[in-house]
């Protein structure tokens, strides 16, 4: 398994907090430069392309539109997409078992349609979908 630096997996793996993510966006609609909260939210590229348009107002408009979807949204919603409990898995590790994560991956989607979670057609889908990244 491809091991990360101890520092990158300290970052990956440190919380983000909602009302700081909230006031961060929230300053990107004032101060003259904005994006902070898409570093803050692990996001750099998305950072480094609001920095670079911070001259017209398209991220400052999509800043005040983030901090109202941050402040409106749940911390279970929040967690979910900026404090996944999934760890981060590095390209080398997914192309040295391609087959074995597709094979674990249909055998759950197959234990979900058996107990009546989802439908054949879901099954299905799913299914393809694994088998395309092959």
């Known amino acids: 398994m491809f091991d990360l630096p101890k520092a990158e997996l300290r970052y990956r793996t440190t919380p983000k907090n909602r009302q700081v993510a909230i006031i961060l966006a929230f300053a990107g609609m004032i101060i003259p430069v904005a994006g902070f909260h898409k570093f803050y939210l ?4 998305w950072g480094i392309v609001y920095i670079l348009l911070s001259w017209t107002p398209i991220p400052h408009i999509a800043s005040a539109i983030e901090a109202v979807w941050y ?4 911390s279970t919603h929040f967690d979910s997409n900026f404090n996944s409990l999934t760890p981060h898995i590095s390209a080398p590790t997914i192309l040295s078992h391609p087959m ?5 991956s249909i055998r759950e989607l197959d234990k979900l349609r058996a107990d009546g979670l ?3 057609y879901e099954f299905e889908q799913k299914r393809r979908q694994w088998l395309d990244r092959v």
Not at 42 to 45: A, E, H, I, N
């Open 42 to 45: 692990g996001q750099p590229v």
């Open 71 to 74: 402040l409106t949204q749940d």
């Open 100 to 104: 074995t994560t597709v094979a674990e």
């Open 118 to 120: 989802i439908s054949e």
